[in-house]
């Protein structure tokens, strides 16, 4: 929300609207959390289960129009007020914020994923065919012809590969810079995707994951950028970032499970060294070497953990997942507890306002009476008599918000060391059955054949 109502992309908010809430980030935001908490069965801001992607609390439409178009940004804005009453309930809830920024005009819709009545929108690939026949029912009634690429029909390169051709930049390569200047700050997969998303790109979960650049004609797959860049080595490279590269930690007394593992690492530095495996950089930037190889890097940072963390035993690894995942399961129920209580005290904190407002009126409509009675029996129930009283509200409201941030602070941690120790008795599963090594050279056996392939169609 505050991403997209940002003035400097909306002409200080002239081009944005709001439909059933607010237009400012933070009121849409506890207005759409009031509503989606009535009706789902979680709520708006609760974390995420330990598996899974939780669920969907909000959904993110953009409409791009090309710089031929000559769209001007009344007519954008016109157009997506009407695709959203075209498209949903008169009950939606809905921010509209077109961005004038860039040459491609292009509006941001977002929408609760609950109608005031409790209808639940979907956002699948059944429900984009749909929005994307009623966007373009829309542009065609406005006079403009969709993109004919999006049907299927025509090859023509648009201007921001045009460009990007012009001055011998790689629009590919922005995507690989936009993705390591981001694995610093996210937590997980999920969170870089929709960090991504949140910076305009189109992101589309299959089988593989699939990245388009803002105005870019078709999507790429991340594991043809490189293979830096595929799901595992996404994952690996967030997961073990903070722990180091180069790392050969040592002990006095090995144990069963370290001694695995410094065994098959020794035998991966050697095959890294000789090149007979496919080179699968850490840094894209950096030369390819043995300390710059993912495999390594990955077995030094597992290792790591182990001896930092006395793992003694794959038996006792399993023992501590077992407990982080309970861990995480109660930490998780005591967050939701207090963001009941917050979001009772910010709900009567916000009676409170209002019913000083309404106090403050000379003559009252028959709808601002009744919210005054509503809003006076409220603070009285919950003794909110004096300033010093709404005051002291206002700062357990505070006080409640920093505890929550804290617990999820503690509850991230608690994912992140799960998501290690279960990746580590993977791995440890991979090395006990003693393909660790044959997977390897299988991979660049593979590689080197499709090499040989290449040359030969030439």
Not at 192 to 216: A, M, N, V, W
Not at 295 to 300: A, G, M, P
Not at 373 to 382: D, F, P, S, V, Y
């Amino acid at each position: 929300m505050r991403y997209i109502l940002n003035p400097d992309k909306t002409e200080d908010l002239l081009y944005t609207a709001s439909v059933n809430c607010m237009t400012d980030a933070e009121s849409a935001y506890l207005q759409m959390r009031l509503v989606y908490d009535q009706f789902a069965k979680d709520h708006f801001n609760s974390p995420p289960p330990l598996q899974g992607k939780g669920s969907v609390k909000a959904i993110h439409y953009i409409q791009s129009f090309s710089p031929d178009d000559n769209v001007t940004p009344e007519l954008a804005h016109k157009i997506a007020k009407a695709f959203l009453r075209k498209a949903f309930d008169d009950d939606v809830q809905a921010v509209i914020a077109t961005h004038v920024d860039k040459d491609h005009l292009h509006s941001h819709i977002i929408i609760n994923s609950y109608s005031l009545s409790g209808k639940k929108y979907y956002a699948n690939r059944k429900s984009l065919k749909r929005i994307r026949e009623i966007s373009d029912g829309v542009c065609k009634a406005f006079g403009l012809k969709p993109n004919p690429n999006l049907t299927g029909k025509g090859k023509s390169i648009n201007h921001k590969e045009w460009e990007h051709k012009k001055n011998g930049t790689s629009w590919k390569q922005q995507i690989r810079d936009e993705i390591d200047k981001l694995i610093p700050t996210v937590n997980s997969l999920d969170e870089l995707l929709q960090t991504l998303e949140e910076h305009g790109y189109e992101i589309k979960c299959g089988r593989f994951i699939s990245i388009r650049d803002p105005g870019q004609e078709r999507f790429v797959r991340t594991k043809t950028l490189g293979d830096e860049y595929t799901e595992d080595s996404l994952i690996i490279r967030i997961t073990y970032r903070d722990i180091g590269t180069g790392i050969s930690p040592t002990v006095d007394k090995q144990t069963k499970l370290s001694q695995a593992y410094s065994t098959v690492l020794h035998d991966v530095r050697i095959l890294a060294a000789q090149r007979k495996k496919a080179p699968c950089k850490r840094i894209v930037t950096a030369e390819y070497s043995v300390e710059n190889d993912l495999d390594v890097y990955k077995l030094s940072a597992q290792l790591a953990v182990i001896n930092k963390d006395n793992i003694k035993s794959i038996g006792d690894l399993q023992g501590r997942i077992a407990k982080l995942r309970a861990d995480y399961e109660k930490q998780r129920g005591e967050i939701n507890n207090y963001i009941d209580e917050h979001n009772r005290l910010v709900s009567l904190w916000e009676q409170a306002q209002l019913f000083g407002e309404l106090s403050a009126k000379d003559k009252l409509s028959d709808a601002e009476q009744l919210q005054l009675t509503i809003c006076r029996q409220a603070i009285e129930h919950n003794n909110i008599h004096s300033k010093a009283d709404y005051d002291q509200l206002r700062n357990q409201t505070y006080r409640l918000q920093a505890k929550i941030n804290a617990l999820k602070s503690t509850l991230e941690k608690t994912r992140q060391r799960y998501d290690v120790y279960c990746d580590i008795s993977k791995t440890y599963g991979e090395i006990s059955k003693g393909d660790y090594i044959s997977n390897l050279i299988e991979e660049e056996r593979k590689r080197l054949e499709k090499v040989k392939e290449k040359k030969q169609h030439r």
